[in-house]
């Protein structure tokens, strides 16, 4: 089967910041799409995100880092509700309410979690060494979308380096996703 996917980079990285590569390799042989986005800014990432969603096939993967992740749902749930996808999959998406990091412009709408009722699957990743997106950051997550599978990643960094992903490898083949045997 043929999968497509949608990378979005996390803020101040290029297009395969990491833990792309770990992802890539989990999807071998999938199309990863990877547009490269300038600085972090709200209106800018939005428009350039809402763009290529639009030209995503409904049963493409949708996946983000940190800045792009949490920039992935603002879009999903407010300029493109309802979109459908097969699964997505957050590394370390900063929450930015005010019980996070208090950035108004760049947090989701309190109606996020009915937005991506499309959306098969909802994973978010954090990892418990984290130091630039606290793991607490994955209870603020769980709360505003309770269907979501919010998981810590034991003695994982913010780029993932020294975790092996086997929780996005699980939740792939949950999801129908991937071989198990690959």
């Known amino acids: ?74 879009v999903l749930a407010e300029r493109r509700p309802h979109r459908p996808a097969p699964a997505l999959f957050g590394f370390a998406p900063p929450w930015w309410g005010p019980e996070g990091w208090g950035h108004e412009s760049f947090h989701v709408p309190d109606d996020a979690a009915s937005a991506l009722d499309r959306v ?33 990643v034991d003695g994982a960094d913010h780029v993932f380096a020294g975790a092996e992903l086997s929780d996005f490898a699980a939740d792939l083949t949950r999801a129908g996703l991937r071989d198990p045997t690959i």
Do not use: N
Not at 21 to 40: H, N, T, W, Y
Not at 134 to 152: D, G, V
């Open 1 to 74: 089967d043929h999968v497509t996917a949608l990378w979005l980079h996390g803020a101040g990285a290029g297009a395969q910041d990491a833990p792309f590569d770990k992802v890539r390799a989990l999807l071998e042989g999938s199309e990863i799409i990877a547009p490269q986005f300038g600085e972090p800014e709200a209106t800018a990432w939005g428009d350039a995100i809402a763009d290529v969603l639009d030209a995503l096939p409904p049963e493409a993967l949708l996946i983000g880092h940190s800045f792009g992740a949490s920039m992935l749902l603002k």
């Open 120 to 152: 098969g699957a909802l994973h978010f990743y954090h990892g418990t060494a984290d130091d630039v997106v606290e793991p607490a950051h994955s209870a603020l997550y769980a709360r505003a979308f309770p269907r979501a599978r919010c998981q810590l």
